[in-house]
């Protein structure tokens, strides 16, 4: 069974202050593993898909990146807008297209 | 410019008392999914739709039912809402065989008095 588990549960940072959120999976051959960020109240919105070890992906403050066996979302710099709750999903090869979401990582950023 | 509509944002209820959450797309994808999220937990898959084919989750209670009478719109019935029940409702929608990343809609807020 594909499992996914995300950590910290919840983080909190002071503006400018990096950090980085760990998603580790298992899965019997990754097909894809995705990162969405969840705004209080609404519905997840995608960031990104990584496909293979190594990969890397950015947009503005983000950097996901790949291994075999987990993910990083790297914030760097964050500002009080990155506040939001993200999400690890992974979708096996080979099965079922659904993919596998952990429960989530909790960020506040201060200002 | 919204792809995924959810209606109601905001949906209260009483125990008991049949409810019908709706969904919309102007994508065309062929995948729609329904999904419950509990606050600090993952968004559980209740059932999707692959087109018309009709796919229920083994631990979906019978509770929970869902239509889609066309492409463009599904809908989540709820037949006797219990406390339990109390969620947020997500509506997402996929091409297999793309990326397949889900496009969500911002849900709707089910309470259960």
């Not at chain 1, 499992?3 to 019997?28: D, I, K, M, W």
């Amino acid at each position: 069974e594909d499992q996914v588990t995300q950590s910290p549960e919840a983080l909190r940072l002071q503006e400018g202050e990096s950090s980085s959120l760990n998603c580790s999976y298992t899965v019997s051959g990754l097909r894809g593993l995705f990162w969405y960020r969840q705004d209080p109240g609404k519905g997840p919105e995608f960031l990104f898909t990584l496909y293979s070890a190594g990969e890397e992906k950015e947009k503005e403050r983000l950097k996901a990146t790949l291994t075999k066996k987990e993910s990083f979302l790297h914030i760097t710099a964050p500002k009080p807008e990155d506040s939001a709750t993200y999400l690890c999903a992974v979708q096996a090869r080979g099965g079922s297209y659904i993919p596998t979401f952990g429960r989530g990582t909790s960020l506040i950023v201060h200002p | 410019d919204a792809m995924v509509i959810q209606n109601p944002r905001y949906q209260v209820t009483q125990f008991g008392k049949p409810v019908t959450l709706s969904c919309s797309q102007t994508l065309n994808h062929n995948v729609m999914y329904w999904y419950q999220q509990k606050s600090s937990q993952a968004p559980k898959l209740l059932f999707h739709y692959y087109d018309k084919d009709f796919n229920n989750e083994a631990d979906t209670p019978d509770n929970f039912q869902s239509r889609r009478p066309n492409t463009s719109f599904c809908f989540l019935d709820i037949r006797s809402p219990g406390l339990g029940d109390a969620a947020m409702y997500l509506c997402a929608t996929s091409i297999p065989g793309t990326n397949e990343k889900l496009f969500f809609g911002s849900g709707t807020q089910l309470s259960v008095l």
